[in-house]
């Protein structure tokens, strides 16, 4: 090869050596890094940027206090001993007692009467539709039987638990004539 063809051929090296380095960089100056971020900077909000001293000198007094366990170590520490509460004899538990039965919550006491060619009283009861017409030792609804009618009180006991509530005497609840 000739010298001529030699620097034909480092000088074309160069120049392409110079596209190559000029669309890397992106076209900036030589220097100048490119940030991808176009905005403008913004500090952060910091009321007082000044070292805070005393926060180093509190941490460089701290004192390290080993938990006893071995950092290096990969079985676990022994379980710390339980402490047993001291035995307090509360007595006997007490019995909580079920509230007392209830009827149906539409269903009211609205009066009663006796039967003309006997002593029995009989009682009348209404859930909205439906009135029911009782008397002292009759089943009400399959759960309930009726205990003792009373001029303002109806006493009822629950069949299954035998558990005995009472309802009174309400007026207003009569159904329409």
């Keep these: ?9 480092l000088g074309a090296l160069l120049l392409a ?15 100048k890094s ?6 403008t900077y913004t500090p952060l ?17 701290t004192e390290y206090k080993s938990s006893g366990r071995d950092l290096f170590s990969e079985s676990l520490p ?14 006997p538990p007490v019995p909580v007692e079920p509230p007392p039965p209830t009827l149906p919550a539409n269903m009211k006491y609205f009066g009663y009467g006796t039967v003309p ?16 017409i009782v008397g002292e030792g009759d089943t009400l609804l399959g759960r309930f039987r009726i205990v003792r009618i009373n001029n303002a009180t109806l006493e009822f006991e629950e069949v299954s ?3 005995r509530n009472s309802i009174s005497l309400d007026e207003t609840a009569a159904p329409p004539a």
Excluded: C
């Excluded at 050596?17 to 220097?31: H, I, K, Q, R, T």
């Excluded at 490119?34 to 905005?39: K, V």
């Design 45 to 61: 909000p910091v009321a007082n940027p000044e070292l805070q001293r005393w926060k180093l000198d509190h941490s460089r007094h």
């Design 161 to 163: 638990s035998g558990r």
């Design 78 to 91: 022994a379980p710390p001993p339980k402490r047993q509460a001291p035995h307090v004899d509360l007595g």
């Design 1 to 9: 090869m000739k010298q001529r063809t030699k620097i034909a051929l």
């Design 17 to 31: 050596a110079a596209g190559v380095f000029y669309f890397d960089s992106g076209g900036s100056e030589p220097g």
């Design 34 to 39: 490119q940030s991808l971020d176009t905005g």
């Design 117 to 132: 060619n006997g002593t029995s009283k009989r009682a009348f009861l209404n859930d909205g539709e439906e009135v029911y």
